[in-house]
């Protein structure tokens, strides 16, 4: 398809686990976008990557929380340790790279909702 | 510092009447301001956008929005709804010295009926 797809939609794990999910961003699109969405709120923003480095993590809430995008392209967000905390949907979103980060509209996938049990 | 503040959870309407969602922000930096909708198990989709110029900025699906600089304020408004409206609305911020990175409102779910 041409959207941002991530993988899996959904994903249940016990309490400790790891967790990895997937991103694979619209083709060409060389910006990157983590969010998390809690239940009743609004997205909040954890990472977003510039081809394949991290030009802002500061939205990561604590060092359980690792995301990679080697080859510039598919991204994963890796969760060790989880916590029922953890529990929310998992947004992806990626645009063309301009300057300002405000031209090119960010596509968002249908996220990946975590439960942990 | 900033905050988006949505003053409605919930709205609903009847379907064919105006609707009109609040959203107020505060910033110790000039922000752009989006509003983008979510549909039930989907991701979000935007609207509509202010960046410069005109303080009236009309989006897709009949919506459009006003800035107000000093309420700071960036209301979305329909004339007239429709049942496919219903749906989840965010508004959010990016600030001019922060690349990309949106900040969103808590979100006000739209409920329209017959």
């Known amino acids: 398809g041409a959207g941002v797809s991530q993988t899996p939609s959904n994903k249940v794990t016990e309490k400790g686990k790891y967790v990895e999910l997937r991103c694979d961003p619209i083709s060409g699109h060389t910006a990157l976008y983590w969010y998390r969405q809690s239940l009743g709120q609004g997205p909040e923003f954890l990472i977003y990557?510039?081809?394949?480095?991290?030009?802002?993590d500061s939205g990561l809430p604590n060092d359980r929380f690792f995301a990679v995008r080697p080859e510039g392209s598919v991204s994963t967000l890796k969760i060790q340790r989880t916590e029922r905390g953890d529990s929310a949907v998992y947004l992806c979103a990626s645009s063309l790279e301009e300057e300002t980060g405000i031209n090119q509209p960010q596509h968002f996938g249908d996220g990946t909702r975590l439960s942990i049990l | 510092a900033q905050s988006v503040t949505q003053l409605d959870s919930q709205v609903p309407v009847f379907e064919e009447a105006p609707v009109e969602l609040r959203c107020n922000y505060s910033?110790?930096?000039?922000?752009?301001l989006f509003w983008y909708v979510q549909y039930p198990n989907q991701g979000l989709q935007l609207l509509l956008k202010?960046?410069?110029?005109?303080?009236l900025v009309k989006g897709i699906n009949g919506f459009e929005a006003e800035f107000n600089k000093s309420q700071t304020s960036f209301h979305l408004r329909k004339p007239s709804v429709h049942i496919s409206d219903t749906a989840e609305y965010f508004c959010a911020v990016i600030r001019t010295d922060s690349w990309g990175k949106l900040q969103f409102g808590a979100g006000t779910q739209v409920v329209v009926t017959p």
């Open positions: 990557f510039q081809g394949t480095g991290a030009a802002d």
């Open positions: 202010y960046l410069s110029g005109s303080t």
């Open positions: 910033s110790s930096v000039s922000v752009y």
